[in-house]
């Protein structure tokens, strides 16, 4: 039985695909504080909640 792992946060270009941008764009409102990430052994996390908080027009200093 095989089951399907939804992924949860993204990278910085798997993030700009999933919000349909640049990547160019996505480092702009990471540096902005428009959307946060988490840091990590010099990789960085964007977790599917904060875009999808995002979309909705959500805060950023709202709790996810």
């Given at each position: ?18 919000l349909g941008i640049s990547d160019k764009t996505v480092r702009k409102m990471l540096k ?33």
């Amino acid at each position: 039985m095989s089951r399907e792992i939804e992924q949860a946060a993204f990278n910085q270009l798997e993030a700009a695909q999933y919000l349909g941008i640049s990547d160019k764009t996505v480092r702009k409102m990471l540096k902005d504080g428009v959307i946060r990430c988490v840091q990590y052994g010099g990789r960085t996390f964007i977790a599917k909640a904060e875009l999808d908080k995002f979309l909705a027009g959500g805060s950023k200093d709202e709790e996810l």
